[in-house]
């Protein structure tokens, strides 16, 4: 499916990957026949109806999770890179997950299930559900560098993840959690679970803006992809 070109570049026969789905400005060129259009990620739209206002303002945050994408189908090889990031590609396997942020996706194969979901949802005692939780949440990724919502990836093919400074990756797994600075935190894939954790009070950590304030921790079981760098992209 994709394959490395250099630290910064991938490259995908399309056809033989049933399709490809990737940030818009991530193709850097192609060969052969091949086409692009439009690409919407469901769940963008799934919380901007009903509810009032505070539910209308998480519709808004889910929708700007997903970065607009280009779906390429056809036939030939196409090139993908974005903003001299450094790439790294994550084969899929059936039964794992992988979560990411919109932002620190490049590409996937088409027929991978794509979902945008609540960071609430996806770890443990976030500070609850409901409009209230949603709120701590929002105002968690203020605080940290971190969206609401994040990308969810599942089934069988492979994805491409952008960091700045270069990868590491993390086994989770192990008696202890793996604790990461969100800022530096690009994806965890398999069955890994995530909770942001702060020793203040929102009292206190309100307007410091920095992610140390906050920690995020993984248990379960698979890997955690952290950037070398607290940059944001």
Partial sequence: MFEKVNGKVVKVNVGMAGGVAARTGAMLFYTGDVSFAPHQIPGGQGMGGGGGGLMRMAGRMMAGEHERTMLAQGN???????????????????????????????????????????????????????????????????????????????????????????????????????????????AAYGNVQTELKTALSWRDAVGRGSGEAMQLHCVGQGVVYVQASEEKL
Avoid: W
């Avoid at 409901?130 to 203020?142: D, E, Q, Y």
């Avoid at 797994?173 to 600075?181: A, F, K, R, T, Y």
């Fill in 76 to 186: 030939g090889e196409v090139h993908y890179g974005f903003a001299g990031l450094e790439v790294h590609v994550v084969q899929m396997q059936p039964g794992a997950v992988l979560r990411v942020e919109a932002s620190r996706l490049l590409a996937n194969t088409a027929g991978l299930q794509s979902s945008i979901v609540s960071v609430m949802s996806s770890g443990g005692g976030g500070g609850g559900g409901g409009i209230m939780g949603a709120l701590r949440g929002a105002a968690t990724g203020a605080l940290t560098g971190q969206g609401m919502f994040t990308t969810q990836l599942s089934g069988q093919g492979a994805a491409v993840l952008l960091a700045h400074g270069g990868f590491l990756e993390l086994p989770v797994g192990g008696p202890n959690p793996i604790v990461v600075d969100p800022q530096a935190f690009v």
